[in-house]
């Protein structure tokens, strides 16, 4: 069966969402702070993967609080949307994506990072062994498939679009196209696209199976960076403070926990948390799984990350100079697992917290 693909045109109009939508967002039952602050996170997983915030839960960091799931996504801008308008209580995207919502008047702020780009950590754009597209030039009239637009993918073609000498009217004939992630790589081998962009565990899994070659990766062009950020809205911090900072706090130990301990072992303990939570999933992927690829210590935020792309959405005329101040945008308040010497979790620190 063809995998169904959608396309959409103008750059980071996904996160168009209007002043009203995304400024009265309201803390559903499920998330109202009582008198010490709620004890329950809603939040969206990725099918087949274990999340910080899931890993850290398993490892006994979040103490007495709990994660409630309540569905997947496949897209780092719906996810802070959501957030943002209260369905969920943290989600997280790439930093552009979470530049241009707050933009947009939403009352949401970043709490720590949980994803980046290193040597093990990061997204690739990759072609066919015998593809053609050697060069950003190739990519004109080519279909290029991600997991969603206006967010990091699509960020990183047009910055190496742009570097390989491009105009924006021919930058404007390359066309990103929406492909589930779990899709991509058979979507590419069918050659119904002729980039796919994979990260991850797909990403090994594919480059595994062969036939296929890199074009360029998210850390060639930048190297070792943080790239997405959890948010939280103004309202849930000013709320539930405590609960925040137990949260934040157990994430950034949990990316200590998964530097610090080999990664086969980190590798068991995310297959048995996929396991046990019981969402009909295939965990075979996770043998792929390297780094989560956070740059600074415990996902502290250091400002740099969000610059960037104030500086560049601005350039791009996609936001208005002056419309997203970098210290209204994150805070490092709720990270004491970042604060000065605040101890690292060792490799087995943790090792008995699992439940069964």
């Not at 950020?229 to 309202?235: E, F, K, L, N, P």
């Not at 911090?237 to 086969?264: C, D, M, Y």
């Amino acid at each position: 069966m063809a995998t169904t693909i959608s396309t959409r045109r103008q750059f980071l109009t996904v996160l168009g969402l209007s002043t009203l939508a995304v400024s009265c967002g309201t803390t559903a039952t499920g998330a109202t702070s009582g008198k010490g602050g709620t004890k329950t996170l809603r939040y969206q997983g990725w099918a087949g993967q274990v999340t910080l915030p899931e890993l850290a839960e398993d490892l006994g960091y979040l103490e007495a609080v709990k994660l409630e799931w309540v569905g997947n996504t496949i897209s780092g801008p719906q996810d802070i949307q959501s957030a943002a308008t209260g369905q969920v209580d943290f989600g997280g995207a790439f930093n552009g994506a979470v530049v241009k919502l707050a933009a947009n008047n939403a009352p949401i702020k970043a709490v720590i990072s949980y994803y980046g780009a290193d040597e093990y950590a990061y997204n690739g754009f990759y072609v066919l062994k015998d593809s053609p597209i050697r060069s950003a030039r190739d990519l004109i009239g080519k279909k290029v498939g991600m997991n969603t637009l206006g967010a990091h993918s699509e960020a990183m073609l047009d910055i190496y679009l742009q570097r390989g000498g491009l105009s924006r009217a021919d930058i404007g004939k390359v066309e990103p196209l929406v492909v589930p992630p779990v899709n991509t790589e058979q979507t590419l081998r069918q050659k119904q696209i002729d980039v796919a962009v994979l990260g991850g565990i797909l990403r090994d899994k594919a480059l595994a199976a062969g036939g296929i070659r890199p074009l360029f990766t998210d850390y060639e062009l930048l190297g070792a960076f943080s790239a997405g950020t959890y948010v939280m809205t103004d309202r849930f911090l000013k709320q539930n403070p405590g609960t925040a900072r137990t949260f934040v706090t157990a994430v950034g130990k949990a990316i200590e926990w998964s530097r610090a301990t080999p990664h086969e072992e980190v590798i068991a303990r995310m297959t048995d948390i996929v396991k046990k939570r019981g969402r009909n999933e295939d965990a075979a992927s996770l043998k792929y799984w390297r780094s989560f690829g956070v740059a600074e210590t415990a996902g502290r935020i250091t400002g740099k990350e969000l610059k960037l792309w104030i500086d560049w959405l601005a350039d791009r005329g996609d936001i208005k100079k002056g419309e997203a101040t970098l210290s209204d945008l994150y805070t490092n308040e709720f990270n004491a697992a970042a604060e000065s010497g605040a101890p690292i979790p060792s490799a087995d620190s943790s090792a008995s917290t699992s439940g069964s």
